[in-house]
């Protein structure tokens, strides 16, 4: 009898706990769409607001991750004490990854300690085997999605700007064009632009990504440089970038036209005279030159001149540049300015790839020195 007694005493104590337990806390939540396109933002909110400051109570609450069938990511947790109450809060974006039915349902776990617990735990006590926790798993409100199937993996709303000069350069000297995609949407399904060109050598930089998450969505931009050089005239082919218009619902294009691009050979010394009139008498400027070479030279016989060790300026100046360059690619034009032939070895081990690191491309043209 007194052991029936004390299991009656026991399962009332727990149940008592458990109501108290219960009672000092309410769950609301909120899903922005009921119906969304694949990759299109779901925002979704959980608040628990608590009856006191819940000194004692915590909650373990992360449903972000890449499952099977979406991908969440968190936006913002929070909590805040308002007129002595406690409020979390919880804020989610989560994309689908494919069309039907989606059911979106979590799980929190509720925890609540007692000060004994947190004296003991504080004291460090190794006698303290009493588990003095109370967990409770709550489940939440279950939200089912209509997620609908688009016609491309990029999905957004995005435009595009390209940063080019005039298409008309020298022979070997660079045509750079940059370019950038902006907006909302899933910028990870935007892969790199490449082109290929017969008889020109293309440089292409890494792609850089600007993102931030916000209630509607991941807003960014999305950018790449290339520099494009040769000796004779060539076309950059048009591009075109398909993605899914959330604003129009339907299949749109970013697209960048063919430039034409012209390229004159380098001045040579014959095109920097004007041509002789016969008949017109005009001042030629190579006696001018003639006379100051003279003049140098007279002087240079009166004046005793410490002779110093000869300094190859252009080189050094160059060597300035490749040691300040922040990037592979940068190096590599540099060189193709500079003198693509006589640097063709390190442009062409760097081209393959297998000088991967900036550190290594240096190294390979203080060696080539």
Request: aromatic content about 12%; glycine content about 4%; some cysteine.
């Amino acid at each position: 009898m007194k052991k029936n007694l004390g299991r009656v005493f026991l399962i009332t104590t727990l149940f008592l706990q458990l109501s108290l337990f219960a009672s000092s806390y309410e769950w609301s939540s909120f899903v922005s769409k009921k119906s969304a396109y694949v990759n299109e933002p779901i925002y979704l909110k959980y608040v628990c607001t608590f009856n006191d400051q819940a000194e004692l109570q915590s909650i373990e609450f992360n449903p972000s991750g890449d499952y099977e069938k979406y991908r969440v990511d968190i936006l913002k947790i929070s909590s805040n004490i308002v007129d002595g109450k406690k409020t979390d809060s919880y804020e989610f974006v989560l994309f689908a990854k494919k069309a039907g039915e989606l059911d979106i349902s979590f799980e929190a776990v509720m925890k609540k300690t007692t000060k004994e617990s947190i004296k003991e735990t504080n004291l460090g006590r190794d006698n303290f085997k009493i588990e003095q926790a109370t967990k409770e798993t709550i489940k939440q409100e279950t939200f089912r999605v209509e997620i609908k199937e688009t016609s491309s993996p990029l999905v957004g709303d995005f435009t595009l700007v390209l940063n080019k000069k005039e298409p008309h350069v020298k022979a070997h000297e660079p045509y750079h064009l940059s370019i950038s995609i902006r907006g909302r949407g899933n910028f990870e399904a935007i892969e790199p632009l490449t082109f290929e060109i017969e008889g020109v050598r293309i440089f292409a930089g890494d792609i850089a990504l600007k993102k931030e998450l916000s209630m509607d969505g991941i807003h960014g931009e999305l950018s790449q440089k290339f520099a494009f050089v040769s000796d004779r005239n060539f076309t950059i082919p048009k591009q075109e970038i398909t993605y899914f218009s959330l604003k129009d619902e339907k299949e749109q294009k970013l697209i960048i036209d063919a430039i034409d691009v012209s390229v004159e050979d380098g001045f040579v010394k014959e095109e920097l005279l004007d041509n002789v009139d016969e008949q017109k008498w005009q001042f030629d400027f190579s006696y001018l030159y003639y006379l100051l070479v003279f003049i140098a030279g007279y002087i240079a016989a009166k004046v005793k001149i410490k002779r110093v060790k000869k300094i190859d300026n252009k080189d050094d100046v160059l060597s300035k540049k490749i040691q300040n360059a922040a990037s592979v690619d940068e190096l590599m034009v540099l060189l193709v300015l500079e003198d693509a032939q006589k640097y063709d070895s390190i442009i062409k081990e760097i081209d393959s790839k297998r000088a991967i690191t900036l550190k290594k491309a240096k190294a390979m043209y203080r060696e080539f020195k």
